[in-house]
């Protein structure tokens, strides 16, 4: 397998898991959370630490990088989400108080690498995690563990939300969350799980990408446009366009570098992030709706084609 598509794999699978956390969390609870960029960086030093401390590899420690971020999916919902949802608060300021929580779960990762490096003489700052990586059929293995384990996430979590009772009462709140609530469905509970699979999907996504990239303790500050690039790209009002969104521009990314790079120079590298942006802005102009929007455009044309055919 390429070099580029090997590193283009994992890191779209860690942006699709980003990706999806965004839109959950806004097609959930109205909120646009910026504290995905800093959630993410936590997440790749929960695994960085676990491999450096505690020895094996890092795919061992991709449990507790999820239950990191559950955690501060948790305490940024209980302690400011959710009470500027019960005063009714507009988009704008629930998105505010999210850029705040990162900011403050920033300066804590600045403290606990300067405690990496002055206690522990580790060099935290500039990681590269993929020298700890193990090969596997003849390629690196974050090229085939990472996607089928953000498959495996994701399927979970379509279980989770079609086939059990609170996965229903999930869906029932994203699509009104009044009637929802006048049916006896208790809204607190679900923005509660909802910040926990998006925390968690946040910290595993930057944990994820860390394996294609340096890790450095602002992780999450370079790739959050990439991370809403694949939300907006997907589908804002649907979490599996959201996925796949994030995936595409993850893929894109690597591929659109490679290519331009061996065709018009090396100097294309600096115009990196403008790929995933560009590609991004070409297709809202085409499906304003994003790619859960042209999807469903699809399926409903073809439906009616189907019913024209039944009437003839």
């Known amino acids: 397998m390429p070099a580029w598509l090997a590193s283009g794999l994992a890191y779209a699978s ?3 898991l980003t990706a999806g956390g965004i839109t959950l969390l806004y097609i959930t609870t109205r909120t646009f959370n910026f504290a995905h960029a800093s959630m993410a960086t936590w997440g790749f030093y929960v695994v960085y630490t676990g491999t450096v401390l505690y020895g094996g590899t890092p795919y061992r420690w991709l449990p507790l990088s999820f239950l990191f971020g559950a955690l501060l999916g948790v ?3 209980l302690v400011l989400n959710r009470h500027l949802l019960a005063r009714k608060a ?6 505010m108080s999210t850029l705040g929580y990162d900011l403050v779960l920033l300066a804590f990762i600045q403290m606990y690498c300067d405690y990496l490096t002055y206690s522990l003489k580790l060099f935290p700052r500039r990681v590269t995690m993929s020298v700890y990586d193990i090969e596997l059929f ?7 563990i990472l996607p089928l384990t953000a498959v495996a996430v994701l399927s979970l ?4 939300i079609t086939r059990t009772k609170f996965g229903t009462a999930m869906r029932a709140t994203i699509e009104n969350s009044l009637l929802a609530g006048a049916s006896g469905i208790n809204s607190d509970w679900v923005y509660l799980a909802s910040w926990v699979i998006g925390g968690g999907m946040a910290a595993l996504g930057g944990a994820f990408m860390a394996m294609a990239m340096t890790g450095t303790p602002v992780l999450g500050m370079t790739t959050i446009p990439f991370m809403f690039a694949g939300a907006i790209l997907g589908g804002l009002h649907s979490l599996y ?3 796949l969104g994030g995936f595409v521009v993850g893929l894109a990314e690597y591929a659109g570098v490679y290519f331009l790079a061996a ?12 790929i995933p942006l560009l590609i991004m802005a070409v297709t809202l102009m085409a499906f304003p709706q ?8 699809m399926v409903g044309r073809a439906a009616g084609l189907r019913k024209r055919g039944v009437e003839a």
């Not at 507009?90 to 998105?95: E, K």
């Not at 003849?138 to 085939?144: I, R």
């Not at 994003?290 to 455009?297: E, K, M, V, Y």
């Open 14 to 16: 860690g942006l699709s």
């Open 75 to 77: 305490i940024c919902y």
């Open 90 to 95: 507009n988009t704008i300021t629930l998105m």
């Open 138 to 144: 003849g390629t690196s293995g974050a090229s085939v």
């Open 157 to 160: 979590l379509h279980l989770f």
């Open 241 to 243: 366009g959201g996925i």
């Open 263 to 274: 065709e018009v120079g090396s100097w294309v590298l600096g115009y990196r992030m403008a």
């Open 290 to 297: 994003g790619l859960a929007g042209a999807w469903a455009t």
